[in-house]
């Protein structure tokens, strides 16, 4: 029987408890980060702490998304054309659901690596 993962688990990522999970988690967490966090150690030796890490990460880029959002249009009015604009928002958008869908993932991943475990609900 093999473990249950809820919707929104990362592909990438073994379930939990499965061989190596956590090797997995760790590679995709790093994959997710920035480049510059594969040079700390302890980010790689403690996976848990890298998953805090990868949370905060991606709640900043999806503040970031939201900032750029909510100022695309009185920003880049008087440099850039109507649809060059919309079409700056619309990426926006696409960034943000991105995100969104990144940020549960990270998530499920952080509270496994806390020891959580899914269950299927009927």
């Not at 919707?7 to 510059?36: F, H, K, M, S, Y």
């Not at 150690?41 to 848990?48: D, N």
């Not at 928002?89 to 990144?102: H, M, W």
Request: net charge positive.
């Amino acid at each position: 029987m093999s473990a249950y993962v809820p919707p929104g688990w990362p592909g990438q990522v073994r379930p939990p408890d499965a061989p190596d999970w956590e090797v997995t988690a760790a590679n995709w967490l790093l994959d997710i980060c920035p480049p510059e966090y594969r040079r700390y150690s302890g980010l790689r030796r403690h996976v848990v702490v890298l998953a805090r890490f990868a949370v905060l990460h991606v709640e900043a880029d999806q503040a970031a998304v939201r900032r750029g959002l909510s100022e695309a249009r009185g920003d880049l009015k008087d440099v850039a054309s109507q649809a060059v604009v919309e079409a700056a928002v619309q990426t926006f958008l696409i960034e943000d659901a991105r995100l969104g869908s990144l940020r549960r993932a990270v998530g499920l991943v952080e509270d496994a690596l806390r020891g959580r475990r899914y269950v299927a609900r009927l």
